[in-house]
């Protein structure tokens, strides 16, 4: 998605003001320990609430803090962390003064694993990863425990009988571990219940539903459904609960409230790094006339694009051999600056959707009525190759959109792949419209070795029409966020040399894309990324030259997706360059 470079300076300010205003406001000591051996300063500080400087407050020192509030229950706090470490004989000595706080640590012998029992019917040995003679931490066992139930949840094992004991002997500073597993049989999902529906039709909800009766039982269908209802976006509180069981049977049920305020309202100014400053505003009717329907007014304006559209949603409206179909329109308005031309566009389409856990299919037709006036607004070593032309164009056309997105993760992911293709077929309605075919492919693919996550990305298009008569704007331009980032969005038009390309679109199109991000500090993340573009302006001709760019990046994780800062250059000629803001990955 295209992101606002404000946010990156609300974050950094707002961050710093408010810890700047606790600082002031709250009493505080300055606090450091002494003395320990098998814990860095910075893990004790985060465990006992001690305020250090952050990652924005460069400019400061970084004196560690901590609130009086805290000082009374410093010990306990202490033994309480210690002894979660297997440190149980740890002591500490605490000295006061007006202004600081010296902590004296004597950890003295840890409590080491001293033998593991297991009697069990499923195999537990690959997910008990604790070893003899290794410091117990009290939430390794937990957490062991934990990955056992949800392996056996994974392969629908519901009904198991699990016990886990943990006998520490503190004289000999051992402990000796038992786990006794029996698993049970498999278990396999049951009718689905609803309630509190009142302006939704049931079926509604069941065709978003993916944990099947007679499935076997999988957590991760329950949460694909959670999901799924949750996009319909007409529940102000949802609830999916799976334990009640009968016979190895597991019911669904769901309680849903709908909504009490159906009207979602958005305004909101930014920084785009395609049209720069922007204006936007929207108005969202949830629950349009019942049954989840939703109907969306979009208006957007800045110096480049002014655009606004009219969104209509209706789920289920068939359903085609127990497959649910929604329905979708849009229509709307755009007037778009390329480089060298102008796209006036109105345009319309209806589509019928299907999604199934992974997949997403859409097929629709599109009307769009599209006129393209040259722009006076070339850069200074650009020159027109050949005439763009103007005129006013109206194409119709099928299209059809697969998507199979098996990431882990939509804005972060870490392992997966995610694979799409898109056709569009324009039909020659009349003897001035050209018959044309859009085809564009895309694969993903992520992994991660430890910390370090790799992606590649690979892009391919053409468009073969049997004259030269659609509009520009329908051939296929590169550069932005998602393609080559040292060019700004759908600068790149037919590449002429590794350093110069034209305003025209291309005819085919290749483009492969290669990321390595590594954490540098905290939620900080660098990366190093090449961008490799093709462009020409024959269909089905990939023997032109490639524009090379490489860059670096950060990332900064946030609770909506990692903040990115990209900059990439032209390998051949580091004049030219691109600074990209996004929130999400390219991948």
Request: charged content about 25%.
């Amino acid at each position: 998605m295209n992101d606002k470079l404000i946010f990156f300076f609300i974050l950094f300010f707002s961050t710093s003001f408010f810890t700047l205003a606790e600082e002031i406001i709250l009493p505080t000591h300055e606090i450091h320990f002494k003395g320990q051996e098998y814990f860095d300063e910075a893990v004790l500080q985060d465990a006992m609430g001690v305020k250090t400087k952050s990652f924005f407050q460069f400019w400061k020192e970084d004196t560690p803090k901590i609130e009086d509030k805290l000082l009374p229950t410093l010990r306990m706090s202490l033994e309480n962390f210690y002894d979660s470490e297997g440190f149980y004989d740890a002591q500490f000595g605490i000295k006061e003064s007006n202004t600081t706080v010296i902590v004296n640590i004597q950890e003295n012998e840890p409590v080491r694993i001293s033998d593991i029992n297991v009697s069990s019917d499923y195999d537990v040995a690959p997910i008990i990863t604790l070893k003899k003679g290794q410091i117990f931490r009290a939430k390794d066992f937990v957490q062991v425990k934990s990955n056992i139930i949800n392996a056996l949840l994974d392969k629908g094992y519901c009904s198991y009988d699990l016990d886990t004991k943990a006998y520490v002997d503190l004289e000999k500073h051992t402990v000796a571990l038992r786990y006794l597993l029996t698993k049970g049989g498999i278990c396999r999902f049951g009718e689905t219940n609803i309630k509190g529906l009142e302006s939704i039709e049931k079926q509604i909800v069941t065709s978003r539903i993916t944990a099947k009766k007679g499935e076997r039982f999988d957590p991760g269908k329950i949460k694909e459904s959670y999901n799924r209802v949750s996009e319909l976006d007409a529940f102000d509180s949802l609830m999916i609960n799976t334990d009640r069981k009968f016979y190895n049977e597991v019911p669904v049920d769901i309680t849903v409230k709908e909504l009490s305020k159906p009207y979602h309202y958005e305004v909101g100014a930014g920084y785009d790094t395609f049209v720069g400053a922007r204006v936007h505003g929207l108005i969202t009717k949830r629950n349009f006339f019942g049954n989840a329907q939703k109907i969306t007014l979009k208006a957007s304006w800045s110096q480049k694009e002014q655009l606004l559209t009219l969104d209509f949603f209706k789920p289920l409206l068939f359903a085609l051999f127990d497959y649910s179909i929604d329905f979708g329109a849009e229509a709307g308005y755009s007037n778009l600056e390329y480089t060298g031309f102008k796209e006036k566009k109105e345009f319309g389409k209806l589509y019928l959707e299907h999604n199934e856990g992974r997949l997403n299919l859409r097929a629709g037709l599109g009307l769009e009525n599209i006129e393209i006036s040259l722009l006076d607004n070339l850069k200074n070593d650009q020159v027109l190759k050949q005439a763009v032309k103007e005129g006013t164009f109206t194409l119709f056309y099928p299209y059809i959109n697969a998507v199979y997105d098996a990431r882990d993760s939509k804005l972060n992911p870490k392992y997966g792949y995610y694979l799409s293709a898109y056709l569009e077929y324009g039909i020659p309605y009349n003897a001035k419209a050209s018959a044309y075919v859009k085809t564009l492919l895309e694969g993903r693919l992520i992994h991660t070795f430890a910390d370090l996550t790799l992606a590649s990305v690979a892009k391919f298009g053409v468009v073969d029409q049997t004259s030269h008569e659609i509009p520009e704007s329908k051939l296929l331009f590169a550069g932005g966020s998602y393609f080559n980032r040292a060019y700004g969005y759908n600068e790149i038009g037919v590449i002429l040399s590794p350093t110069a390309d034209s305003i025209q679109g291309g005819s085919s199109m290749l483009n492969f894309s290669f990321e390595a991000d590594y954490p540098i500090w905290g939620n900080l993340y660098g990366a190093v990324f090449s961008d490799n573009t093709l462009l020409t302006d024959k269909s089905y001709d990939f023997t032109g030259e490639y524009i090379n760019t490489a860059g670096l990046g950060v990332r900064y994780m946030t609770p909506i997706g990692p903040f990115k800062l990209d900059v990439g250059w032209n390998i051949h000629d580091t004049s030219q360059y691109g600074i990209s803001f996004q929130i999400g990955q390219s991948f």
